[in-house]
């Protein structure tokens, strides 16, 4: 069953008035900024993408059209609303979706077999996490990425780019203006 645009867009403003610096922005990600983020995804070799902070799927919707039919998408989300939209919204068996933090990757990972990932995606508001949270969450998902492997993260603040740089080394920044809020889109190559 495919979730109505509608739909998403309720689940999705309700949780921002909730919570607005969560999500930073009171609609989901615009198809410019799914545009930004996934245009140098090698779908032909991707078989384990994960992605954090699925939100009401619109990303992942996307990710889902595009990805290989034997590659699996990991989907870490802590909201329960977006928890159970996302499992009763979207019937493709490829998507797995976890109802726990990012940081718990590598743990998720070896559970379910699956090896490293590919690619992370992540537009989770790092700029709000503790030093300590946002740490954990960024190391577990480089030690999560295989040899070679992508993170992608889209942020409306430019604050987690040193993060990432520590991290990962270089870090290419592009800017995506045309979504609501405007977004930075980090690619993060693992070495």
């Given at each position: 069953m495919e979730t109505s645009a509608d739909s998403s867009a309720f689940v999705f403003a309700r949780n921002f008035f909730k919570n607005p610096r969560m999500l930073g922005s009171v609609i989901p990600s615009s198809r410019?900024?799914?545009?930004?983020?996934?245009?140098?995804?090698?779908?032909n070799h991707a078989?384990?993408?994960v992605e954090l902070g699925p939100g009401v799927g619109t990303i992942s919707r996307e990710v889902l059209?595009?990805?290989r039919p034997d590659a699996t998408l990991l989907a870490f989300e802590i909201n329960d609303d977006f928890v159970r939209h996302?499992?009763?919204n979207f019937a493709d068996p490829r998507l797995r979706v976890q109802h726990r933090s990012g940081a718990e990757v590598n743990d998720a990972l070896r559970e379910l077999g699956?090896?490293?990932a590919d690619y992370v995606i992540a537009g989770i508001p790092f700029s709000i996490m503790s030093d300590e949270d946002r740490t954990a969450v960024l190391r577990n998902c480089h030690e999560a990425l295989a040899?070679?492997?992508v993170m992608l993260v889209y942020q409306f603040s430019n604050k987690v780019r040193a993060d990432l740089e520590n991290l990962f080394g270089r870090v290419r920044?592009?800017?995506?203006p045309r979504n609501v809020l405007p977004?930075?889109?980090?690619?993060?190559?693992k070495e």
């Open positions: 410019f900024l799914i545009h930004q983020l996934l245009r140098d995804v090698d779908w078989r384990v993408i059209r595009q990805m996302l499992n009763e699956l090896g490293k040899e070679g492997g920044r592009m800017f995506e977004a930075h889109v980090f690619k993060c190559e």
